[in-house]
């Protein structure tokens, strides 16, 4: 199987379960917690397979004014997807802010058609949050990342600086392959 990205690539076997999530996608989000002003984001992930059991990730995003303009940027985060046996996933992420996570989780295919996944979830949570002496105070994470009608969903629940695990960001990411 190729790449659903255009990158003529071959998918390696391991990552069948993982294919969904290769591309380049791009989108807005919302944010919140109890210790932050609602804002909203634009974003982009680009997921990507040199042909090695695995995926490299990179996400990029802004502050959105109300017009949908950038403000400034905001997360940025980059690691790697590694699929293991029975749908299961493990995913190391690493963040310039001073933080890096160990992430667990199983992968669910819900829909396929003409050997194409048209349907799937992923479902992560933390093992492990290091942190620098000079990283806000973040401790467990919750992720959910869908395939649902061609888009990317994912939501992302933390806690962090004395809160309890809440929701703090949501986005919905179309395919942007082959953008500039």
Known sequence: MLAPD?????VPEELAHLSWLIGRWVGVGTGQ????????????????????P????????????DEGERVRPLGTEAGFWRPRPDNEVEMTLAHPTGYAELWYGKVEVTGIENAVIT?????LRTDAVLRTRSS???SQGHRLYG???EKLLWTFDMAAVGEELGNHLAASLSRADGEA
């Open 6 to 10: 255009g990158s003529g690539v071959e």
């Open 33 to 52: 917690y109890p210790t932050v002003a609602d804002f909203r984001f634009g974003q982009e992930v680009v997921l990507s397979t040199d042909g090695r």
């Open 54 to 65: 695995f995926l490299s990730y990179l996400s990029r995003s802004w502050l959105l004014d």
């Open 119 to 123: 349907g799937a979830r992923a479902e």
């Open 136 to 138: 806000k105070d973040y």
């Open 147 to 149: 395939l649902v009608n």
